[in-house]
């Protein structure tokens, strides 16, 4: 788990903040729901078969003997809060959420224990342009935060029929190799078996390349479904990859499945992911509900843009991730310039502006180093003299011109001159 300090904040908020924009535009209310669920809660609605539940949940008994759990995701809980609060029986909920989430997994560049997300949910959207719609979301945001090589790839996990058909049809074929699959994966061919596809082991993927496919179980009705899905994202210009071994993490996934990477760390990295979940309402207590959803972390997208601005000094991801710097610094020395300075600053502010006020006290060459290295391109500039003469002398910091004196007020005065190219 890590501090986020100041300066990685400032791009986060950036990022947050364009996603709130892309969230508003379209339909999508914020959702704040609380870190510690119920373990149950995870049990039911992602699997207990799963690796977040079975490995990386952080649970313990609480003094009332209730076992609690930091939540690992934040589908289950918008959806344990949506029902709850009886929001479905206000009709379909277009909810997003952000926070940090925990999993008890092995700490890597992108990934800690205590990690954050931002995603979308969907209640009680049916039809497949709700599909193509959610995964259009996802893919403008990272377009617009200037993520570059973006590669979409998507598959149908198909209806529940459809995956229990297909589970035998793979449990028969991978038992009669089980001695081929590493570890990991002769565990889970017992507990969880589409887990298997999602296999990291190399000699496993090998051996499957030769398995039976979801796409060879779809029903009809799924497979027009899934269909009409690319269909759609086809004529929004937006390019997919079908990845037939793709099956996400967790139980609740039904029909689209999806994952969004970059190529912006030099490899493929996995910058957002989702899909359908259309049986996790009802397993959770609600009535039959379709929904879908996608989550993305952002401990892993901040990387992709820190590497995006580096490829690209003058692009977008290089403009959003820049580091904030004031519009002026104010140097101040002197027990009446110090008072106005206060007073000056503080003005400059209420009108919108961002003041860096040197509170040292120390020597004006000492002020003006900082004031340098702040990157501001004005300074402005109180000692006894200017105070008593009620004027504030304007030096530029970023180009080749003469200082020149103001009078304190009217602030408006201050604020054209600096803010004038």
């Known amino acids: 788990m890590v501090d986020l300090l100041p300066g990685a904040l400032q791009r986060w908020q950036v990022v947050e903040g364009m996603a709130r924009e892309h969230f508003q535009r379209s339909g999508f209310g914020e959702i704040r729901t609380p870190l510690l669920e119920t373990t149950d809660l995870f049990c039911r609605g992602i699997g207990e078969a799963t690796d977040v539940v079975g490995k990386e949940m952080y649970s313990f008994q609480d003094r009332g003997d209730r076992s609690c759990t930091l939540r690992p995701e934040g589908t289950a809980s918008v959806v344990r809060a949506?029902?709850?609060?009886?929001?479905?029986?206000?009709?379909?909920?277009?909810?997003?959420?952000?926070?940090?989430?925990?999993?008890?997994?092995?700490?890597?560049?992108?990934?800690?224990?205590?990690?954050?997300?931002?995603?979308?949910?969907?209640?009680?959207?049916?039809?497949?342009?709700?599909?193509?719609?959610?995964?259009?979301?996802?893919?403008?945001?990272?377009?617009?935060?200037?993520?570059?090589?973006?590669?979409?790839?998507?598959?149908?996990?198909?209806?529940?029929e459809d995956r229990q058909a297909y589970r035998a049809a793979?449990?028969?074929?991978?038992?009669?190799r089980s001695e081929a699959l590493?570890?990991?994966?002769?565990?889970?061919?017992?507990?969880?078996?589409?887990?298997?596809?999602?296999?990291?082991?190399?000699?496993?993927?090998?051996?499957?390349?030769?398995?039976?496919?979801?796409?060879?179980?779809?029903?009809?009705?799924?497979?027009?479904?899934?269909?009409?899905?690319?269909?759609g994202l086809t004529a929004l210009g937006i390019p997919f990859r079908?990845?037939?071994?793709?099956?996400?993490?967790?139980?609740?996934?039904s029909h689209t499945a999806f994952e969004i990477t970059s190529d912006q760390l030099g490899a493929q990295a996995t910058v957002?992911?989702?899909?359908?979940?259309?049986?996790?309402?009802?397993?959770?207590?609600?009535?039959?509900?379709?929904?879908?959803?996608?989550a993305l972390g952002m401990e892993r997208l901040l990387l992709v843009l820190e590497a995006a601005a580096q490829a690209d000094p003058?692009?977008?991801?290089?403009?959003?991730?820049?580091?904030?710097?004031?519009?002026?610094?104010?140097?101040?020395?002197?027990?009446?310039?110090?008072?106005?300075?206060l007073g000056l600053a503080r003005d400059l502010r209420a009108r919108g502006l961002r003041v860096e006020l040197d509170a040292s006290g120390s020597a004006f060459g000492k002020q003006f180093k900082r004031a340098d290295r702040s990157g501001a391109p004005?300074?402005?500039?109180?000692?006894?003299?200017?105070?008593?003469?009620?004027?504030?002398?304007?030096?530029?910091l970023k180009q080749q011109a003469e200082d020149s004196t103001i009078a304190l007020a009217p602030v408006a005065a201050i604020v054209k001159k600096l803010l004038t190219p």
């Open 82 to 160: 949506a029902l709850q609060h009886g929001l479905l029986s206000q009709g379909a909920q277009k909810l997003w959420y952000a926070g940090p989430m925990f999993r008890y997994e092995r700490p890597q560049a992108g990934r800690q224990r205590q990690f954050h997300q931002i995603g979308v949910e969907w209640l009680g959207a049916e039809r497949s342009r709700s599909d193509v719609e959610v995964i259009t979301l996802a893919w403008d945001l990272l377009a617009s935060l200037g993520v570059g090589g973006l590669q979409l790839e998507l598959n149908s996990l198909g209806s529940a």
């Open 170 to 176: 793979l449990v028969a074929w991978l038992q009669q």
């Open 182 to 231: 590493d570890p990991d994966s002769q565990t889970r061919l017992s507990t969880n078996p589409l887990r298997i596809l999602d296999s990291k082991n190399k000699d496993t993927q090998a051996l499957l390349k030769d398995a039976p496919t979801l796409a060879d179980a779809l029903s009809d009705a799924s497979r027009e479904r899934f269909e009409e899905v690319q269909r």
């Open 242 to 253: 079908l990845n037939p071994r793709l099956v996400r993490g967790l139980d609740y996934y």
């Open 272 to 294: 957002c992911g989702g899909g359908r979940y259309d049986g996790l309402i009802s397993q959770l207590g609600g009535a039959q509900t379709p929904a879908i959803g996608w």
């Open 314 to 341: 003058h692009g977008v991801a290089a403009r959003l991730t820049a580091t904030a710097t004031p519009d002026v610094f104010l140097v101040n020395r002197g027990a009446k310039a110090e008072r106005v300075a």
């Open 378 to 396: 004005w300074a402005l500039v109180l000692g006894e003299e200017e105070a008593e003469r009620g004027e504030v002398r304007l030096k530029p």
